[in-house]
């Protein structure tokens, strides 16, 4: 078997065990209300929820979709805004790169952000993100099935 295969579908299968919590996270949650006082222990999930959206998206950007350019192409080479272009040229992403950038620059908000209110929109982004996601794995499996 190929390396460039092996080792995509090595990330493909990292990407989507992370895909697994964070699903697992979104369905255990109760959607976040700002004008509530969260216990330290009543935020637990919903850190979770954050942490392991952050891991699965940057495996899914610096792992999966550069071995997948690898194996493809036998390169993968610039910024992840152009690797996010090569893929949304692909059909693998179907968002907008931008929108993938700000996804991947979330994580630095989540460090950050404390204010309830900004909290809310953070977790309603992730969720509605994740389906991308997981589109995004599933086209990427069906691609390397077809090369």
């Given amino acids: 078997m190929n390396k460039q295969f092996s080792l995509v579908q090595e990330n493909i299968e990292k990407t989507e065990k992370a895909f ?6 979104i369905h255990r949650i109760q959607p976040f209300d700002p004008s509530r ?6 935020l637990e999930p919903y850190d979770a929820l ?5 891991r699965t998206v940057e495996i899914c950007i610096a792992k999966c979709f550069r071995s997948f350019e ?25 968002r907008s790169v931008d929108e993938w950038i700000g996804i991947r620059n ?5 460090a950050h952000e404390y204010i309830p209110e900004e909290r809310k929109e953070m977790y309603d982004i992730i969720i509605d993100f994740f389906p ?10 069906a691609s390397i099935t077809k090369t």
């Fill in 20 to 25: 697994v919590l964070l699903a697992d996270s």
């Fill in 37 to 42: 006082s969260y216990s330290p222990e009543e």
């Fill in 50 to 54: 954050s942490s392991r959206f952050e």
């Fill in 70 to 94: 690898m194996y493809v192409d036998g390169i993968s080479e610039g910024s992840i805004r152009d690797i996010l272009l090569r893929m949304e040229k692909r059909g693998i992403i179907l």
């Fill in 106 to 110: 979330l994580r630095n908000k989540i």
């Fill in 132 to 141: 991308e996601i997981e589109g995004t794995l599933q086209r990427i499996k």
